[in-house]
Protein backbone atom coordinates (compact mmCIF):
# COMPACT_ATOMS: atom_id res chain seq x y z
CA UNK A 1 0.00 0.00 0.00
CA UNK A 2 1.59 3.33 -1.55
CA UNK A 3 0.57 4.68 1.94
CA UNK A 4 2.81 2.69 4.20
CA UNK A 5 5.49 4.00 2.09
CA UNK A 6 7.87 6.66 3.42
CA UNK A 7 7.29 9.71 1.51
CA UNK A 8 10.06 12.41 1.64
CA UNK A 9 7.67 14.76 -0.36
CA UNK A 10 5.61 15.36 2.62
CA UNK A 11 7.97 15.62 4.92
CA UNK A 12 7.02 18.72 7.48
CA UNK A 13 7.98 19.95 10.68
CA UNK A 14 4.66 18.70 12.69
CA UNK A 15 3.26 20.67 14.97
CA UNK A 16 2.78 18.34 17.59
CA UNK A 17 3.60 14.42 17.17
CA UNK A 18 1.06 12.16 19.03
CA UNK A 19 2.81 8.78 20.25
CA UNK A 20 0.48 5.89 19.74
CA UNK A 21 2.94 3.00 19.81
CA UNK A 22 2.24 0.05 21.38
CA UNK A 23 -1.87 1.15 20.62
CA UNK A 24 -3.86 -1.13 18.77
CA UNK A 25 -6.60 -0.10 16.34
CA UNK A 26 -9.25 1.64 16.29
CA UNK A 27 -6.91 3.48 19.32
CA UNK A 28 -4.98 5.04 17.27
CA UNK A 29 -7.61 6.98 15.55
CA UNK A 30 -9.53 7.47 18.15
CA UNK A 31 -6.74 10.11 19.40
CA UNK A 32 -6.04 11.77 16.75
CA UNK A 33 -9.56 12.42 16.33
CA UNK A 34 -9.54 13.61 20.02
CA UNK A 35 -6.55 15.57 19.76
CA UNK A 36 -6.87 17.53 16.04
CA UNK A 37 -9.72 19.75 16.38
CA UNK A 38 -7.72 21.21 19.72
CA UNK A 39 -4.81 22.37 16.91
CA UNK A 40 -5.60 25.27 15.01
CA UNK A 41 -6.74 25.03 11.37
CA UNK A 42 -3.14 24.55 9.02
CA UNK A 43 -1.67 22.40 12.12
CA UNK A 44 -0.19 18.97 11.02
CA UNK A 45 -0.04 16.57 13.75
CA UNK A 46 2.36 13.54 13.65
CA UNK A 47 0.54 10.20 14.65
CA UNK A 48 3.40 7.44 15.44
CA UNK A 49 1.87 3.99 15.30
CA UNK A 50 2.83 0.66 14.84
CA UNK A 51 -0.30 -1.29 14.31
CA UNK A 52 -0.65 -2.34 11.07
CA UNK A 53 -3.79 -1.02 10.27
CA UNK A 54 -2.68 2.65 11.03
CA UNK A 55 -1.16 2.89 7.39
CA UNK A 56 -4.79 2.27 6.11
CA UNK A 57 -7.29 3.41 8.64
CA UNK A 58 -5.39 7.13 9.19
CA UNK A 59 -5.88 8.31 5.66
CA UNK A 60 -9.39 6.57 5.85
CA UNK A 61 -10.21 8.78 8.42
CA UNK A 62 -8.80 11.79 6.90
CA UNK A 63 -11.17 11.25 3.63
CA UNK A 64 -13.73 9.94 5.90
CA UNK A 65 -13.14 13.42 8.35
CA UNK A 66 -12.25 15.72 5.70
CA UNK A 67 -8.95 16.54 7.13
CA UNK A 68 -5.72 16.13 5.16
CA UNK A 69 -3.60 13.44 4.69
CA UNK A 70 0.14 14.55 3.85
CA UNK A 71 1.96 11.25 3.85
CA UNK A 72 4.40 8.94 5.74
CA UNK A 73 7.49 10.57 6.17
CA UNK A 74 8.61 7.27 7.84
CA UNK A 75 7.37 3.87 8.73
CA UNK A 76 4.78 4.05 11.30
CA UNK A 77 4.51 7.82 10.98
CA UNK A 78 1.53 9.92 9.53
CA UNK A 79 1.05 13.52 9.22
CA UNK A 80 -2.03 14.89 8.95
CA UNK A 81 -2.97 19.01 9.08
CA UNK A 82 -5.76 19.90 9.84
CA UNK A 83 -8.10 21.62 7.23
CA UNK A 84 -11.61 22.42 9.10
CA UNK B 1 -26.23 -39.47 -1.50
CA UNK B 2 -27.75 -42.61 -0.03
CA UNK B 3 -26.29 -44.87 -2.56
CA UNK B 4 -23.04 -42.89 -2.61
CA UNK B 5 -22.32 -43.96 1.17
CA UNK B 6 -23.56 -47.37 -0.09
CA UNK B 7 -21.16 -47.64 -3.12
CA UNK B 8 -18.70 -44.61 -2.76
CA UNK B 9 -16.38 -46.02 -0.19
CA UNK B 10 -14.62 -48.38 -2.72
CA UNK B 11 -11.36 -47.33 -4.87
CA UNK B 12 -12.85 -46.14 -8.16
CA UNK B 13 -9.38 -47.04 -10.00
CA UNK B 14 -10.00 -50.87 -9.39
CA UNK B 15 -11.69 -53.00 -11.45
CA UNK B 16 -14.15 -55.32 -9.06
CA UNK B 17 -17.47 -54.74 -8.81
CA UNK B 18 -17.68 -52.78 -5.97
CA UNK B 19 -14.90 -50.15 -7.28
CA UNK B 20 -16.74 -50.27 -10.92
CA UNK B 21 -19.97 -48.69 -8.92
CA UNK B 22 -17.86 -46.09 -7.07
CA UNK B 23 -16.22 -45.27 -10.65
CA UNK B 24 -20.05 -44.74 -12.01
CA UNK B 25 -20.49 -42.80 -8.88
CA UNK B 26 -18.26 -40.29 -9.34
CA UNK B 27 -18.82 -40.44 -13.44
CA UNK B 28 -22.08 -39.16 -12.56
CA UNK B 29 -20.94 -36.34 -10.20
CA UNK B 30 -18.48 -35.35 -12.55
CA UNK B 31 -21.30 -35.25 -15.05
CA UNK B 32 -23.49 -33.41 -13.43
CA UNK B 33 -20.61 -30.62 -11.84
CA UNK B 34 -19.70 -30.19 -15.29
CA UNK B 35 -23.40 -29.52 -17.09
CA UNK B 36 -24.03 -26.91 -13.88
CA UNK B 37 -20.81 -24.93 -14.78
CA UNK B 38 -21.41 -25.26 -18.57
CA UNK B 39 -18.17 -27.67 -19.47
CA UNK B 40 -17.46 -30.89 -20.67
CA UNK B 41 -16.80 -33.69 -17.99
CA UNK B 42 -13.41 -34.33 -18.82
CA UNK B 43 -12.32 -30.67 -18.47
CA UNK B 44 -13.48 -30.85 -14.70
CA UNK B 45 -11.51 -32.18 -11.65
CA UNK B 46 -12.64 -32.55 -8.20
CA UNK B 47 -9.63 -31.25 -5.74
CA UNK B 48 -9.28 -31.38 -2.06
CA UNK B 49 -10.92 -28.16 -1.77
CA UNK B 50 -10.86 -24.08 -3.01
CA UNK B 51 -7.39 -23.33 -2.18
CA UNK B 52 -6.09 -26.44 -3.61
CA UNK B 53 -7.98 -25.92 -6.80
CA UNK B 54 -6.49 -22.32 -6.99
CA UNK B 55 -3.06 -23.32 -6.09
CA UNK B 56 -3.15 -26.18 -8.76
CA UNK B 57 -4.63 -23.71 -11.29
CA UNK B 58 -1.83 -21.26 -11.49
CA UNK B 59 0.82 -23.81 -10.91
CA UNK B 60 -0.59 -25.83 -13.90
CA UNK B 61 -0.78 -22.18 -15.97
CA UNK B 62 2.82 -20.87 -14.84
CA UNK B 63 3.91 -24.43 -16.20
CA UNK B 64 2.07 -25.15 -19.07
CA UNK B 65 3.24 -21.10 -20.14
CA UNK B 66 6.81 -21.20 -18.97
CA UNK B 67 8.54 -20.80 -22.58
CA UNK B 68 5.97 -17.63 -23.13
CA UNK B 69 7.05 -15.84 -19.52
CA UNK B 70 7.33 -16.28 -16.09
CA UNK B 71 4.51 -13.68 -15.00
CA UNK B 72 1.91 -12.93 -13.28
CA UNK B 73 -0.99 -10.64 -13.57
CA UNK B 74 -3.35 -10.39 -10.73
CA UNK B 75 -5.92 -8.27 -9.07
CA UNK B 76 -5.02 -6.80 -5.45
CA UNK B 77 -8.08 -8.57 -4.07
CA UNK B 78 -8.05 -11.93 -4.95
CA UNK B 79 -8.22 -14.49 -2.08
CA UNK B 80 -5.01 -15.65 -0.22
CA UNK B 81 -4.41 -19.10 -1.92
CA UNK B 82 -3.92 -17.15 -5.50
CA UNK B 83 -1.36 -14.47 -3.60
CA UNK B 84 0.13 -17.08 -2.01
CA UNK B 85 0.76 -19.18 -5.04
CA UNK B 86 1.12 -15.37 -6.90
CA UNK B 87 4.19 -15.09 -4.32
CA UNK B 88 6.33 -18.09 -5.79
CA UNK B 89 7.29 -16.08 -8.70
CA UNK B 90 6.95 -12.89 -10.69
CA UNK B 91 3.48 -11.05 -10.28
CA UNK B 92 2.24 -7.97 -11.12
CA UNK B 93 -0.55 -7.17 -8.83
CA UNK B 94 -3.31 -4.92 -10.53
CA UNK B 95 -5.07 -2.21 -7.97
CA UNK B 96 -9.27 -1.73 -7.50
CA UNK B 97 -10.82 1.16 -6.93
CA UNK B 98 -12.59 2.57 -3.50
CA UNK B 99 -15.74 -0.20 -4.50
CA UNK B 100 -13.44 -3.05 -5.30
CA UNK B 101 -13.52 -2.83 -8.99
CA UNK B 102 -10.96 -3.45 -10.83
CA UNK B 103 -8.27 -1.00 -12.79
CA UNK B 104 -9.10 -2.30 -16.10
CA UNK B 105 -6.64 0.28 -18.33
CA UNK B 106 -4.10 -1.11 -15.79
CA UNK B 107 -5.02 -4.98 -16.17
CA UNK B 108 -4.80 -4.19 -19.77
CA UNK B 109 -1.54 -2.86 -19.76
CA UNK B 110 -0.39 -5.32 -17.54
CA UNK B 111 -1.33 -8.38 -19.34
CA UNK B 112 -0.32 -7.29 -22.53
CA UNK B 113 2.87 -7.03 -21.37
CA UNK B 114 5.78 -9.04 -22.42
CA UNK B 115 6.41 -12.17 -20.28
CA UNK B 116 3.14 -12.32 -18.78
CA UNK B 117 2.20 -16.01 -18.63
CA UNK B 118 -0.98 -16.14 -16.85
CA UNK B 119 -4.30 -13.88 -15.56
CA UNK B 120 -5.65 -14.23 -12.45
CA UNK B 121 -9.60 -12.17 -11.82
CA UNK B 122 -12.17 -13.58 -9.12
CA UNK B 123 -15.48 -13.69 -10.40
CA UNK B 124 -16.80 -11.57 -7.04
CA UNK B 125 -15.06 -10.89 -4.12
CA UNK B 126 -15.27 -12.84 -1.01
CA UNK B 127 -14.86 -9.95 1.55
CA UNK B 128 -17.02 -7.28 -0.19
CA UNK B 129 -18.83 -8.58 -2.52
CA UNK B 130 -17.76 -6.46 -5.38
CA UNK B 131 -18.22 -8.12 -8.96
CA UNK B 132 -15.31 -7.87 -11.29
CA UNK B 133 -16.10 -7.08 -15.27
CA UNK B 134 -15.38 -10.20 -16.23
CA UNK B 135 -15.91 -9.78 -19.54
CA UNK B 136 -13.59 -7.06 -20.28
CA UNK B 137 -11.28 -8.74 -18.56
CA UNK B 138 -11.48 -11.92 -20.53
CA UNK B 139 -11.41 -9.61 -24.21
CA UNK B 140 -7.87 -8.46 -22.68
CA UNK B 141 -6.66 -11.83 -21.77
CA UNK B 142 -7.84 -12.78 -25.22
CA UNK B 143 -6.39 -9.92 -27.22
CA UNK B 144 -2.96 -10.81 -25.44
CA UNK B 145 -2.88 -14.15 -25.52
CA UNK B 146 -2.78 -15.15 -22.12
CA UNK B 147 -4.65 -17.74 -20.54
CA UNK B 148 -7.38 -16.34 -17.57
CA UNK B 149 -7.95 -18.01 -14.02
CA UNK B 150 -11.46 -17.66 -12.76
CA UNK B 151 -11.70 -18.14 -9.27
CA UNK B 152 -16.02 -18.57 -8.99
CA UNK B 153 -15.73 -19.75 -5.67
CA UNK B 154 -18.06 -16.71 -4.03
CA UNK B 155 -20.62 -16.82 -7.17
CA UNK B 156 -21.03 -20.49 -8.28
CA UNK B 157 -24.43 -22.07 -7.11
CA UNK B 158 -25.68 -17.77 -6.70
CA UNK B 159 -25.12 -16.38 -9.99
CA UNK B 160 -25.03 -17.24 -13.43
CA UNK B 161 -21.50 -18.92 -14.11
CA UNK B 162 -19.07 -16.28 -16.21
CA UNK B 163 -17.40 -17.20 -19.56
CA UNK B 164 -14.13 -16.66 -21.53
CA UNK B 165 -11.52 -17.90 -19.03
CA UNK B 166 -9.48 -20.83 -19.37
CA UNK B 167 -9.44 -22.53 -16.04
CA UNK B 168 -12.24 -21.82 -13.26
CA UNK B 169 -12.00 -22.73 -9.57
CA UNK B 170 -14.96 -23.13 -7.02
CA UNK B 171 -15.12 -24.17 -3.52
CA UNK B 172 -18.33 -26.85 -2.72
CA UNK B 173 -18.40 -25.51 1.10
CA UNK B 174 -19.41 -22.10 -0.44
CA UNK B 175 -22.75 -22.84 -2.46
CA UNK B 176 -23.49 -25.29 0.50
CA UNK B 177 -21.77 -28.45 -0.12
CA UNK B 178 -19.56 -30.61 1.80
CA UNK B 179 -15.70 -29.02 3.11
CA UNK B 180 -13.14 -30.12 1.43
CA UNK B 181 -13.91 -30.62 -2.06
CA UNK B 182 -12.93 -27.90 -5.14
CA UNK B 183 -13.68 -27.80 -8.50
CA UNK B 184 -10.78 -27.55 -11.27
CA UNK B 185 -12.17 -26.93 -14.64
CA UNK B 186 -9.24 -26.48 -17.33
CA UNK B 187 -10.66 -25.90 -20.73
CA UNK B 188 -10.05 -28.29 -23.87
CA UNK B 189 -6.92 -26.72 -25.54
CA UNK B 190 -5.46 -24.83 -22.64
CA UNK B 191 -1.54 -25.00 -22.04
CA UNK B 192 -2.13 -26.80 -18.84
CA UNK B 193 1.12 -28.55 -16.83
CA UNK B 194 -0.38 -30.00 -13.82
CA UNK B 195 2.65 -30.03 -10.95
CA UNK B 196 1.68 -33.21 -9.38
CA UNK B 197 -1.56 -35.03 -9.80
CA UNK B 198 -4.68 -34.04 -8.01
CA UNK B 199 -5.40 -36.86 -5.10
CA UNK B 200 -8.16 -38.55 -5.01
CA UNK B 201 -11.44 -37.20 -3.70
CA UNK B 202 -13.51 -39.64 -1.52
CA UNK B 203 -16.45 -40.75 -3.79
CA UNK B 204 -19.42 -39.36 -1.30
CA UNK B 205 -17.72 -36.10 -1.21
CA UNK B 206 -17.99 -35.76 -4.93
CA UNK B 207 -21.57 -36.82 -5.02
CA UNK B 208 -22.60 -34.75 -2.82
CA UNK B 209 -20.93 -31.42 -3.88
CA UNK B 210 -22.12 -32.05 -7.59
CA UNK B 211 -25.82 -32.75 -6.21
CA UNK B 212 -25.43 -29.63 -3.71
CA UNK B 213 -24.43 -27.42 -6.64
CA UNK B 214 -27.40 -28.24 -9.17
CA UNK B 215 -29.55 -27.80 -5.79
CA UNK B 216 -27.60 -24.38 -5.64
CA UNK B 217 -28.14 -23.29 -8.69
CA UNK B 218 -32.16 -24.43 -9.49
CA UNK B 219 -32.52 -21.98 -6.18
CA UNK B 220 -30.28 -19.28 -7.32
CA UNK B 221 -32.40 -17.35 -9.34
CA UNK B 222 -35.06 -16.89 -6.57
CA UNK B 223 -32.27 -17.21 -4.09
CA UNK B 224 -30.64 -14.22 -5.31
CA UNK B 225 -34.17 -12.14 -5.69
CA UNK B 226 -35.02 -12.70 -2.40
CA UNK B 227 -31.67 -11.84 -0.43
CA UNK B 228 -30.50 -8.79 -3.23
CA UNK B 229 -33.54 -6.35 -1.47
CA UNK B 230 -32.27 -7.47 2.05
CA UNK B 231 -28.75 -6.51 1.51
CA UNK B 232 -29.78 -3.42 -0.14
CA UNK B 233 -31.82 -2.75 3.12
CA UNK B 234 -28.92 -3.52 5.08
CA UNK B 235 -26.80 -1.07 3.47
CA UNK B 236 -29.34 1.74 3.21
CA UNK B 237 -30.35 1.18 7.17
CA UNK B 238 -26.71 1.06 8.53
CA UNK B 239 -25.82 3.79 6.51
CA UNK B 240 -28.86 6.09 8.06
CA UNK B 241 -29.02 4.56 11.27
CA UNK B 242 -25.18 4.20 12.36
CA UNK B 243 -22.96 6.98 12.56
CA UNK B 244 -20.05 7.26 11.20
CA UNK B 245 -20.26 4.03 9.27
CA UNK B 246 -18.54 3.19 5.87
CA UNK B 247 -20.96 0.57 3.95
CA UNK B 248 -18.06 -1.33 1.93
CA UNK B 249 -18.46 -2.57 -1.99
CA UNK B 250 -20.10 -2.09 -5.18
CA UNK B 251 -23.40 -1.14 -4.32
CA UNK B 252 -24.69 -2.15 -7.58
CA UNK B 253 -22.43 -4.65 -9.26
CA UNK B 254 -22.46 -6.84 -6.42
CA UNK B 255 -23.00 -10.72 -4.83
CA UNK B 256 -26.68 -10.85 -3.42
CA UNK B 257 -25.78 -12.01 -0.63
CA UNK B 258 -23.10 -10.71 1.05
CA UNK B 259 -22.40 -6.73 2.74
CA UNK B 260 -19.76 -5.40 4.78
CA UNK B 261 -19.53 -1.94 6.42
CA UNK B 262 -16.63 -0.34 8.91
CA UNK B 263 -17.48 1.37 11.81
CA UNK B 264 -15.25 4.57 12.69
CA UNK B 265 -13.60 3.99 16.53
CA UNK B 266 -15.30 0.37 17.44
CA UNK B 267 -13.10 -2.45 17.84
CA UNK B 268 -14.09 -4.85 15.09
CA UNK B 269 -13.24 -8.07 17.12
CA UNK B 270 -15.67 -6.55 20.06
CA UNK B 271 -18.19 -5.70 17.55
CA UNK B 272 -17.64 -9.08 16.67
CA UNK B 273 -18.75 -10.50 19.81
CA UNK B 274 -20.93 -7.97 20.89
CA UNK B 275 -23.05 -9.77 17.78
CA UNK B 276 -22.21 -13.30 17.96
CA UNK B 277 -23.54 -12.75 21.77
CA UNK B 278 -26.68 -11.44 20.34
CA UNK B 279 -27.09 -14.90 17.92
CA UNK B 280 -25.53 -13.08 15.03
CA UNK B 281 -22.69 -14.72 13.29
CA UNK B 282 -20.61 -12.57 11.85
CA UNK B 283 -17.18 -12.29 10.26
CA UNK B 284 -14.71 -9.22 10.19
CA UNK B 285 -11.57 -7.82 8.60
CA UNK B 286 -10.38 -5.82 10.96
CA UNK B 287 -6.80 -6.50 12.30
CA UNK B 288 -7.53 -7.29 15.60
CA UNK B 289 -9.81 -10.33 14.30
CA UNK B 290 -6.48 -11.46 11.81
CA UNK B 291 -4.64 -13.91 13.59
CA UNK B 292 -1.18 -11.98 11.77
CA UNK B 293 -2.66 -8.84 13.06
CA UNK B 294 -2.60 -7.52 9.73
CA UNK B 295 -5.94 -5.83 8.34
CA UNK B 296 -7.82 -7.87 5.21
CA UNK B 297 -5.37 -7.13 2.33
CA UNK B 298 -9.08 -6.04 0.25
CA UNK B 299 -9.81 -3.49 2.27
CA UNK B 300 -6.61 -2.11 2.07
CA UNK B 301 -6.24 -2.44 -1.64
CA UNK B 302 -9.85 -0.49 -1.48
CA UNK B 303 -8.86 2.37 0.74
CA UNK B 304 -11.51 1.39 3.06
CA UNK B 305 -11.74 1.89 7.17
CA UNK B 306 -10.15 -1.48 8.06
CA UNK B 307 -11.21 -1.33 11.88
CA UNK B 308 -14.92 -1.86 13.08
CA UNK B 309 -15.44 -4.25 9.91
CA UNK B 310 -18.52 -6.50 9.58
CA UNK B 311 -18.87 -8.87 7.06
CA UNK B 312 -22.59 -10.26 6.86
CA UNK B 313 -23.24 -13.06 4.57
CA UNK B 314 -26.87 -14.38 4.19
CA UNK B 315 -27.92 -17.88 3.25
CA UNK B 316 -31.05 -19.61 2.79
CA UNK B 317 -32.10 -20.16 6.21
CA UNK B 318 -31.76 -16.18 6.68
CA UNK B 319 -35.02 -14.46 7.31
CA UNK B 320 -36.61 -11.25 6.77
CA UNK B 321 -36.91 -11.30 10.53
CA UNK B 322 -33.65 -12.14 11.41
CA UNK B 323 -32.35 -9.10 9.50
CA UNK B 324 -35.06 -6.96 10.56
CA UNK B 325 -33.38 -7.98 14.16
CA UNK B 326 -29.81 -7.43 13.45
CA UNK B 327 -31.18 -3.92 11.85
CA UNK B 328 -32.72 -3.36 15.06
CA UNK B 329 -29.94 -3.96 17.73
CA UNK B 330 -26.75 -2.92 15.35
CA UNK B 331 -27.17 0.81 16.29
CA UNK B 332 -27.24 0.50 20.04
CA UNK B 333 -24.48 -1.94 19.95
CA UNK B 334 -22.03 0.06 18.09
CA UNK B 335 -23.12 3.11 20.26
CA UNK B 336 -22.20 1.68 23.41
CA UNK B 337 -19.12 -0.12 22.18
CA UNK B 338 -18.05 3.94 21.22
CA UNK B 339 -18.89 4.67 24.88
CA UNK B 340 -16.93 2.33 26.29
CA UNK B 341 -13.87 3.50 23.98
CA UNK B 342 -14.52 7.15 24.85
CA UNK B 343 -15.09 7.60 21.28
CA UNK B 344 -18.81 9.14 21.67
CA UNK B 345 -18.37 12.74 20.23
CA UNK B 346 -15.48 12.97 18.23
Redesign the interface.
Known amino acids: MSTADPDPASSVDPDEVLDCRGQRCPLPVIHLARRLPALAVGAVVRVLADDPAAANDIPAWCRMRDQEYLGAPAPGAYDVRRRS | MAAALDDGWADPDKLYSAGRRARHLLDAAREAAAEAVGCRPEELTFTPGGADANRRAIAGLMRGRRRAGDTLVHSAVEHSSVLHAAAAGPAVSVPVDRLGRLDLDEFRRSVAAPGVAAAAVMSANHEVGTVQPLAEVAAACADAGVPLLVDAAQSLGRVPVPTGWSVLTGSARKWGGPAGVGLLVTRAGVRFDAPDPVPPVPVPLAVAAAASLRAALAESAAEAARLHPLVERIRTTVAATVP ?1 V ?1 VVGDPVHRLPHLVTFSC ?4 GEALLHALDRRGFAVSSG ?3 TSST ?3 SHV ?3 M ?6 NVRVSLHRDTTESDVDRFLAELPGIVAELRAQ ?3 TD ?1
Open positions: DELYVDSSCLDPLVAGVLSHGAGAL
